[in-house]
């Protein structure tokens, strides 16, 4: 905004009455949270302002209030509120809470500062450029299984932005590019789900030991992989916008990589890569690892772009400056939240009343994930994970491993459901409706064959282990 439209649309009188508003607000609040009735009702009193903050979270664009600051708002009373009538076994709480809730954020700014430093020598032109295909049934195909695999290391978010700022360069069409990119959503998402480094759920789970690496990318690649194959099948038997000939345009992109770009991107993938290996070879926690290979790459750009100034935008200091801040601390927010109502309870209460009403653990990863296209996954498996225990459901259980695939994909139902189609909605201006009438049916069907492919593979696997320990006995006898 320049000074002469900041003038023009200056409010005093307006700017005054909402800084009245909002100071009232807090004062009503910070007496309310000291009235009697908060500590003799401490649970109820939680439950209520998480369930406000909530509301602010989902309804954030009505409300003109961003997300992040909600969370941290939300996260600041609950542990206030917690507090309250003993604030030492509190400060004891929320010190446990916050190691655990550090370890994620550490590693989320460590993942981000690497695919900035990528993004900015240009690195991803390596993959985009392979895309030379005009024929728009294997054009959805490759577009799918490319943002598929480059999901897997990268987040979800990141994989979208890139796929989406190829195919403008690439589709001219607008219908047909909206129509990839619909597809590039359905994969981003299928393809974090499988590795424990592709969505910042799965990474949660597998930084808080619900999940391991091998067993994930074992059991869960193969559903992930149908709930996209699944999706594009159906689109290509249907039909597909087709460019029209007179927009066809050679295959070049502006951009140029820059110097030691491919050298930074294989430097970055590898450290990306090297993360589970490092954990499994200290048996540290994983953000050591994410640190360890920042570290290195901001070693090694300080060393390739040395004396040259025009290349200070290369360095990690001016990536630093260009990550998702405010979605770390949203996170942060939402994380120390969910460890208030951990710590007091509310959660375990909660997850007995599903037990008690919804027997089968496969219904309710079914439904977090149902849920996840409307509601951030974040709260979700955050919540989930201070629900359930791991005495009862170990290490790459059915539930853990039910979440990290339904979480993550069931955001595909709705274009509103993830990162993914948010930044895909902005960049090609593609609407709510047009999204579930065109694309949701798919994302669906390829949800439900996922489950269900997880689910018979399971079984399988618990019938072959019964029988090879049968046979055995039944010679025996």
Partial sequence: MSSLDYVAN???????????????????GAAAINHSWVVENQSLAMSLVFF????GIIFEEFLAFNK?????????????????????????????????????????????????????????????????????????????GITFFLSSVLDNLTSTIVMVSLL???????EQRKFLGAVVVIA??????????????????????????????????????????????????GSIPEERATERRPLLTSEQMAPRGKLVFGVAIGALLFVPVFKSLTGLPPYLGMLFGLGVLWILTDAIHFGDSRRQKLKVPQALSRIDTQGVLFFLGILLSVGSLQSAGILQELAA?????????????????????????????????GMYSMSTFPTDSELWQLIAYCAGTGGSLLIIGSAAGVAFMGMEKANFFWYFKKVSAFALAGYAAGVITYLAANRAQDFLLHSSLEIPSLGGS
């Fill in 188 to 237: 981003a998402n299928s393809g974090g789900a499988w590795t424990p480094i592709g969505d910042v759920t799965t990474t949660m789970l597998w930084i808080n030991g619900q999940i391991s690496t091998l067993k994930t990318m074992q059991d869960l690649f193969l559903p992930s992989f149908i709930s996209l194959a699944v999706p594009l099948a159906l689109m290509s038997i």
């Fill in 10 to 28: 200056y409010k005093p009188k307006t700017d005054l009455l909402k800084a009245i508003a909002i100071s009232t607000s807090v004062a009503v």
């Fill in 353 to 385: 009343y599903l037990d008690a009403h919804i027997p089968s653990i496969e219904l309710i990863a079914t439904a977090i994930g149902l849920a996840s296209a409307v509601i951030d996954n974040v709260p979700l498996v955050a919540a989930t994970m």
């Fill in 168 to 174: 403008r360069k690439l589709v001219p069409d607008p």
């Fill in 52 to 55: 406000l903050g909530y509301a």
């Fill in 68 to 144: 992040s600051g909600v969370a941290l708002l939300m996260a600041v009373t609950l542990w206030t509120i917690r507090s309250l009538g003993a604030p030492d076994v509190a400060v004891e709480q929320l010190s446990t809470s916050s190691e655990e809730v550090s370890e994620i954020v550490f590693f989320l700014l460590g993942a981000m500062t690497i695919v900035e430093i990528v993004d900015a020598h240009q690195g991803f032109k390596l993959v985009t450029d392979s895309i030379t295909t005009r024929n728009p049934r294997l054009l959805l195909w490759v577009v799918g």
